[in-house]
């Protein structure tokens, strides 16, 4: 376009002429001469036979070279080799600075017209020469976010696959082609979009002054890209998303692209120029190096030393007027200070949708740099305390809502979770963390002391995230939960523990006769039955022996923080078929809890102390564990079955509650009737051992009635069903290669019998023929 070029050279003889000289009326007069000169060129090239010929002629006219020469890296502050080579012509440098965002827009506009893979790469290439020779950083990351939120509106309106067409069109031939528009609206574009998102990296990174408000002004938008992205990539595509990781530390950055290296630029039939549209996965790993790299940019350059730096060479050039200098320089970090929430929670967010070592390691760094470096600031920076009661609406993990405020609570849980088992290996416990002001867990213990609803709210929102946040889609979804549930567990166990046993009881005292203080009760066992459900959970399904014991950790840690109080209810709640949440609890779940019941019933019988502790209150936990135990019987016998086919899995697990229900039994029992011998022989004890053994004693026709027969019965019956059904499969047998699975199913329900039958007989020996008991 001899129009064009001709526009530049005077342009550029202008800027020679001006000189130092400020005229703002005549350098408006010469960009705007410029700006008419792209205009009447881009209007030619919409109206020409073939745009993209003439789209090319125009960029080879404003960049004086062919685009496909221009670099595929973009530069940093670090590379003035890169740049100079990039720009290396300063007629076309100055005409990017002055029109670079219209001459953008306008390739663009034109290359959606040309409707070509190869017209969309000329426009990326305008977009790259803007954005490496911008003298203005920010005006220009300005200018790119704009082109962004267009492109991301046309992407948007491609993946829902708006049509205007009349549907009563019976035409197939239409039919079909408005089809392969649909299609080619919905698969154009992401190569722009990824460029932009490039460009944006390249051009923050060459900023000398703090980046963190424009990172949050883009990042609505960003992730608006995101889910647009992963709504058009198939199941097949999102699998095979390219990995992007930094494995040198260097600030030079590259990004995975099919664009053309160096040794193959000028090459119109290379990659980058290649017939096939770009995927949107280019899009999500073009936002996930974007992120990767800001995180770099906060953990590399602290906010306060750059203001420093530039305050020192103020005043190495204005002495005389460093006083005001210092000044300014105050105010301007008063400002960083004032958004440093906002970019740390930022950083957790970004942690909690991708929690790989590499991302965990920035985002330490990064809000290290911020000034969020030990874990109780990094909780109250998340939001934890403003946002509780979002995770404690429900009883069942499934329902906590996973919204913007929930993810920098879940990276906080990530990051912590971290900090503290590298502490708790170094110093084991009951030893206290290490207190240096290097030490990120130097205020764990004082944050999660007598506190566990600290602890139990973030977990149970890291597992409800983990399972419902559809964000974490633009990363192997599998990797991803799997990550959020190992950090969220590796953190419960640890946090937990350090937070001492039993509560704070002068706390609930306070506030037990207090109507807000019912209710704050009342929420605090919701938060711990979310959580103590959600533990369970991992137990059940847990992928390796070795989570599934740290999961169970982590769930004895639980009910250990908790009072006696908390700590009863939670029992009741996950063993009593009156309560909802019992159905919700997994037969070998109850298993486990019964057999904590049966401890903490003997721990409360065998302490002196005046503190009262519901479990000592045998009639009671009594009535619990009946109400578990009959349900044990009642599934026992209604999945009694075919035994042959093993289709009633949970026969199992349900001979183990039962197991669990009779142990309980044969101690209470037991030392009911101890307690009756110590009583006969003494001629009396006192108020508590009589209430204790008239508790127990007095029922114990209805225990043996209820459980011990009923359970033995079954026990009985199903040895004597395996034992015939044994015998049928051993005569039916010819040549056929024996069941190993069917074999061990039958041996599993025959040791399940075996157990319950010797447990029943111990209760009953307890119960048969008792002593009279005068109380």
Known sequence: MASVAEAVAEYDAWCEARGC?????????????LRRALDVAFENAEHASSPLDA?????????????????????????????????????????????????????????????SPEAEAVACAALRAFANAAESPRDAFVAVLERLHIRAEQLRRGARGDDDGDSDDDDEASRGADAVARET???????????????????????????????????????????IAVASLSLTELEGLPDVSFPHETHATTFPTSEPTSATRGNATNAFFSSKWASPAEALAAARAYRLSVL??????????????????????????????????RQDVSGVNAHTPRVARLCLAWLARDPRPETLRLVSAATRARGVADVASTFRVSGLEEHVDEFNTSSSSSS?????????????????????????????????????????????????????ERVAAPVAAAFAFADGDKSLDTLDPDVCRSALNAAAVRFAAVAFRRCGEGGAPSRRDEKKNDASGESENRRLLETFAIALASLETRIVSAPSLAFRELARVAHARLLTAVDHETRFALLAAKTSASTTTFYETSPAMRALNLSRVTRETHRALSDCSDCFNPFADVCRVVDVVLDATRFSIRNLESAFGDLATGRTAAEDEDADALVAGLNFFRFVLGRAKFRAGEKSANGGTEADDARDVASVWS????????????????????????????????????????????????????????????????????????????T
């Open 21 to 33: 000289s400020c005229d703002f009326a005549e350098e408006a007069e010469a960009v705007d001469r």
């Open 55 to 115: 789209l090319l002629d125009t960029a080879r006219a404003l960049l004086d070279d062919d685009p496909r020469n221009v670099s595929h890296a973009f530069p940093d502050e670090t590379h003035e080799e890169t740049r100079e080579e990039v720009a290396s012509k300063r007629v076309s440098r100055r005409a990017l600075e002055a029109v670079g965002d219209h001459f953008v827009a306008g390739s663009v506009r034109v290359a959606d017209l040309a409707g």
């Open 185 to 227: 609206e919905s698969s154009s574009g992401w190569r722009l979009a990824a460029e932009c998102l490039r460009a944006m990296t390249s051009l923050l990174a060459r900023w000398r002054r703090d980046p963190a408000l424009h990172v949050l002004d883009a990042e609505p938008l960003v992730r608006h890209v995101e889910a």
């Open 296 to 329: 770099r940019l906060f953990a590399r350059d602290s906010c306060f030393g750059r203001e420093t730096k530039r305050a020192n060479e103020s005043e190495s050039s204005h002495a005389m007027i460093g006083s005001r200098n210092d000044e300014n320089e």
């Open 400 to 452: 906590v809502t996973c919204s913007e405020t929930t993810a920098p609570v879940v990276g906080a849980v990530v990051l912590a979770g971290a900090w503290l088992v590298a502490a708790e290996e170094r110093s084991p416990f009951p030893e206290p963390f290490e207190k240096t002001e290097t030490s990120p867990c130097r205020s764990a213990e004082a944050f999660f002391s007598a506190r566990p």
């Open 699 to 774: 029922r114990r026709t209805f225990i043996e009635a209820h459980v011990a027969a009923p359970a033995a019965r079954w026990a009985r019956s199903t040895l004597a069903r395996l034992d015939e059904g044994e015998g049928a499969s051993m005569n039916a047998k010819t040549e056929e290669t024996p069941d190993e699975d069917d074999d061990e199913s039958r041996w599993r329900k025959r040791m399940g019998a075996e157990h319950v039958l010797e447990a029943a007989r111990f209760v009953s020996e307890l119960c048969e023929n008792p002593e009279s008991v005068t």
